[in-house]
């Protein structure tokens, strides 16, 4: 069966940097685009960045662009999402994504996420 597991949260000063993970099997990782997508508390779900099944296309939100890096080494199965200057707004619960065979935008599986917590 599809699983994704995210690692690498935890809690981080203003102006820090945090490297995420998301351990992906049961589906041939390389075929598919990945995305992340997080939830702050009391919000709704963020949209955050997404990337293609062999990494030519890389897309963000406005409110992470230029500070995060979306990237994926197909020989390990992993989708990282590198955190750049964090400031308090990034504090939430992200989630990986794996898109509908075909798709980008469109996803059928997530992780169960990791908490990310900025904080001084």
């Known amino acids: 069966e599809v699983q994704l597991v995210e690692s690498g949260g935890g809690l981080v000063q203003p102006g820090g940097s945090l490297r995420l993970s998301c351990a992906a099997s049961?589906?041939?990782?390389?075929?598919?685009?990945m995305s992340w997508v997080r939830q702050a508390p009391g919000k709704g779900l963020e949209w955050v960045s997404a990337?293609?099944?062999?990494?030519?296309?890389?897309n963000y939100a406005d409110s992470v662009k230029g500070r995060f890096t979306i990237s994926r080494d197909n020989a390990k199965n992993t989708l990282y999402l590198q955190m750049n200057s964090l400031n308090f707004e990034d504090t939430a619960v992200y989630y990986c994504?794996?898109?509908?065979?075909?798709?980008?935008?469109?996803?059928?599986?997530w992780g169960q996420g990791t908490q990310v917590t900025v904080s001084s």
């Open positions: 994504a794996k898109s509908v065979y075909g798709t980008v935008t469109v996803t059928d599986y």
């Open positions: 049961g589906f041939t990782f390389s075929s598919y685009a």
């Open positions: 990337l293609s099944s062999g990494g030519g296309y890389l």
